[in-house]
């Protein structure tokens, strides 16, 4: 099963801009965690976000939670190349198995 | 961070063969495990929900006699795809939960190739 969805589906950036990629879930959560995960390789884990936070930051990532509307957002900024790769989105309920989100593809060329 | 390993990393076998894919946490006793399937440029699908000592949870769709699911210890949970065929040619990755923690943590995956 899912969760909900990433958008956009992909995402193609010069180096040095921002890139802002948003995720929207269906059902109440306890967190929720971003993920990166470059081609054929496994996932890297970035940032959760508790349920009773709005916003939190971690070098160059800054991650938004707005529950009333059950979406997130990942904002990466002054992006560079090695920042081509898969993003994810995955909720969880106490106690659950981490549900994610499809993802976006984000490539960033120099 | 907590570290989980998978073995083996790819594997490629011949259709109708079984294959067996372990997962281990390495430092840290895991009552609860999990197997997600990634398909190429899709994301990563819950399989099941593997318990300690206990039968493992299936979701939806996924046929528990073909992906038998054996947690026997508290660092250790197998996968094993039966009469495999080339659709189930996956990416399997699994992971661990701390229950200190609450926190998941993933295995690197294992690329499973079926001729």
């Known amino acids: 099963s899912q969760q909900g969805e990433e958008d956009p589906q992909a995402l193609s950036i010069q180096e040095g801009e921002n890139a802002t990629m948003n995720c929207s879930y269906k059902?109440?959560?306890?967190?929720l965690q971003w993920y990166r995960q470059n081609s054929g390789r496994g996932l890297v884990h970035l940032i959760l976000i508790r349920s009773n936070e709005r916003e939190k930051h971690s070098g160059r990532l800054r991650v938004t939670l707005d529950t009333s509307k059950k979406s997130s957002s990942l904002l990466i900024t002054a992006s560079r190349a090695a920042d081509t790769a898969s993003y994810f989105c995955?909720?969880?309920?106490?106690?659950?198995?981490?549900?994610f989100g499809k993802g976006t593809t984000l490539s960033v060329s120099s | 961070g907590a570290v989980v390993s998978q073995h083996p990393s790819w594997v490629i076998c011949k259709s109708g063969t079984s294959v067996k894919i372990e997962c281990r946490s390495l430092?840290?006793?895991?009552?609860?495990m999990f197997w997600y399937r990634q398909f190429p440029k899709q994301s990563l699908m819950l399989m099941a929900t593997?318990?300690?000592?206990?039968?493992?949870?299936?979701e939806q769709g996924v046929e528990k006699d073909k992906f038998l699911i054996n947690h026997a210890s508290l660092t250790l949970s197998t996968l094993t795809v039966t009469s495999a065929h080339p659709e189930d040619s996956s990416f399997y990755i699994c992971s661990a939960r701390n229950w200190n923690t609450d926190t998941q943590y993933f295995g690197p995956g294992t690329r499973l190739t079926v001729l």
């Open positions: 059902t109440s959560i306890n967190n």
């Open positions: 430092d840290f006793q895991a009552t609860t």
């Open positions: 995955a909720t969880s309920q106490a106690g659950t198995a981490l549900i």
């Open positions: 593997s318990n300690e000592g206990s039968k493992a949870t299936y």
